[in-house]
């Protein structure tokens, strides 16, 4: 009797061979603009778009972002800007990707790269065309990836018996995000970061709800309409969040004021690299005496100031009517 490895073998392997709507899926890709065929059941398609903001961005210290991340940025070529479109929003074992888009920055343009999963059976080698890219790389950096994309990666790479994805320092511009705008937007997704922060409008796009069953429909149908929209999507998330890393990077590495964050969420921010900068910012809020805002001034003064100093600041704000 076959084993459950051999028959599922068998079960991939007829699939492939039993795929009469292969060719036209090939052919309506190719008539996109920029896609072509890559492996059976894999397209992929490479665009390069000019940069809003000046794409220089050296001698980071990507502690900024994460303190798990005590290192230098040499070059912003150094980073892969990453996303996945999958069957999902909540992920779990049954959740696939069927859309990645891996970004690179080089000189003022952003090169964005675009796999498509056509249908199940190819998923592995759609998965190993990722990971290899991936591997090229020096930095991640994504929106939400460190909860979502990334983890969703390793195990597909685990359920078809692959080595996991490559371990890269990973910058997730989301907690960022959050520290300097969760008071003062609606929410911290991307589209509102892009469209309140940057002042990027999407000419036209797809709601992230409807990106899943648009793929199921081509499943069922071999019908390209919507996928298109999706497509766009996908590429426009990599440059949004490439255009997000240069304005938040920039403004920190140069000690540069942003008006539109929380004073408290930026000085935490500079709080790892530069305390006396990070004490001016926090110095601007108006309610000074707030638990959270008192804790960190005490944490800079602590660091900044002389004992006796501190200990005079420390009885000031802990005890102010004394």
């Given at each position: ?84 479109e999958t069957t999902g929003l909540s992920g779990g074992a049954g959740t696939i990707a069927f859309l990645a888009a891996l970004g690179r920055i080089e000189n003022n343009s952003i090169v964005i790269r675009q ?208």
């Open positions: 009797m076959a084993t459950l490895r051999e028959r599922l073998a068998y079960q991939r392997k007829t699939s492939c061979s039993r795929s009469p709507e292969f060719n036209e899926t090939v052919k309506a890709l190719t008539r996109l603009d920029g896609w072509h065929h890559l492996h059976k059941g894999v397209s992929i398609c490479i665009q390069k778009d000019t940069m809003q903001a000046q794409a220089v961005l050296d001698k980071l210290r990507l502690l900024y972002f994460s303190a798990h991340l005590d290192m230098e940025l040499s070059s912003i070529s150094d980073c892969v800007f990453f996303d996945l796999y498509f999963l056509s249908d199940y059976p190819y998923e592995s080698a759609f998965l190993q065309e990722l990971c290899a890219r991936l591997a090229e790389a020096k930095y991640l950096v994504t929106y939400n990836g460190r909860s979502y994309d990334y983890p969703l990666l390793r195990t597909r790479c685990i359920m078809n018996g692959l080595a996991p994805p490559p371990e890269l320092p990973h910058i997730d511009l989301v907690y960022t995000a959050r520290s300097l705008w969760r008071k003062h937007l609606p929410d911290c997704s991307l589209h509102t970061v892009e469209a309140l922060i940057l002042g990027i409008k999407r000419a036209l796009d797809i709601p992230g709800h409807l990106i899943p069953g648009l793929w199921f429909n081509f499943l069922r149908t071999q019908d390209m309409a919507g996928l298109e929209a999706v497509f766009v999507h996908n590429a426009d998330d990599i440059k949004s969040l490439a255009e997000l890393f240069l304005f938040i990077g920039s403004a920190l590495r140069d000690g540069r004021r942003l008006d539109t964050a929380d004073r408290y969420g930026h000085a935490r921010l500079l709080a790892r690299i530069d305390p006396l900068a990070a004490l001016h910012t926090l110095q601007e809020i108006e309610a000074i005496n707030e638990k959270r805002t008192v804790r960190l001034l005490l944490w800079l003064y602590r660091r900044i100031l002389p004992r006796q100093s501190y200990l005079q600041k420390r009885q000031e704000l802990l005890y102010p009517q004394s």
